[in-house]
């Protein structure tokens, strides 16, 4: 069954440094999305890409965070200087289909990025 | 703004008991729910999703009931096991690729 893949799946990275977190989403999704998990809480809505531009971003998403897809496979999210508050599990999603089908989002594993 | 929420942080059943699991959302705009499973050190993993115009939906031992009345989801696993060990969120949307608002998830905990 074809899935979403991240990498890395742990990422350290000093405070104030950048950081790159890839993924691969399903080869014929059209939809992509970043969400974000700190340590016990809920899973948090980030961004989502659609026709190679954010379609809706959440107010966590502030001008330190960008996404890519800078080829027909891989979708990147950017933190340009890194804070503590960072730390968290990040999730790549994708989903297929128009902008009103009702078909669920798929996630990958996430990637642990680490801020020290 | 729209919240999901969850009733019971924790849930342990035995092997073979039927698990009820329960959400309560709040905005009564969203259009589409949906049930994850979450293992440890994997990310969310789909499991049954229903439309607002439905208000059941069956999968392979597992049903998801909708009261729109009450803006209330719940997921039914059938003869759990130990493998249905894992956290399960409950999420809902306007569409299916507009943003997910995910519930704090239930801990469901299966004894042997």
């Known amino acids: 069954e074809p899935e979403v893949t991240q990498t890395p799946s742990h990422q350290v990275t000093q405070m104030g440094q950048e950081v790159i977190l890839r993924c691969v989403p399903i080869s014929n999704h059209l939809y992509f999305y970043w969400y974000r998990q700190i340590l016990g809480q809920k899973v948090e809505f980030l961004v989502s890409f659609y026709n190679n531009e954010i379609s809706e971003k959440s107010e966590i998403f502030d001008d330190q965070f960008s996404v890519e897809r800078p080829d027909g496979s891989n979708f990147t999210l950017k933190i340009r200087s890194t804070k503590l508050e960072d730390s968290a599990m990040y999730f790549c999603?994708?989903?297929?289909?128009?902008?009103?089908?009702?078909?669920?989002?798929?996630f990958g594993d996430g990637t642990r990025l680490s801020i020290l | 703004g729209e919240s999901v929420g969850l009733h019971l942080p924790t849930l342990s059943v035995q092997e073979g008991d039927n698990s009820i699991i329960n959400c309560a959302y709040s905005?009564?705009?969203?259009?589409?729910f949906i049930w994850y499973k979450q293992e440890s050190g994997k990310g969310p993993q789909f499991i049954i999703d229903?439309?607002?115009?439905?208000d059941k939906r069956q999968g392979q031992r597992v049903t998801v009931l909708l009261n729109k009345t009450v803006k209330h989801l719940s997921l039914q696993i059938a003869a759990t096991q130990p493998g249905d060990s894992a956290v399960y969120f409950c999420a809902c949307s306007w569409t299916g690729n507009t943003p997910l608002v995910f519930g704090k998830g239930t801990r469901l905990s299966v004894i042997a």
């Open positions: 229903i439309r607002s115009n439905m």
């Open positions: 999603a994708s989903s297929p289909g128009t902008p009103l089908s009702l078909q669920p989002q798929h």
């Open positions: 905005n009564s705009a969203s259009d589409y």
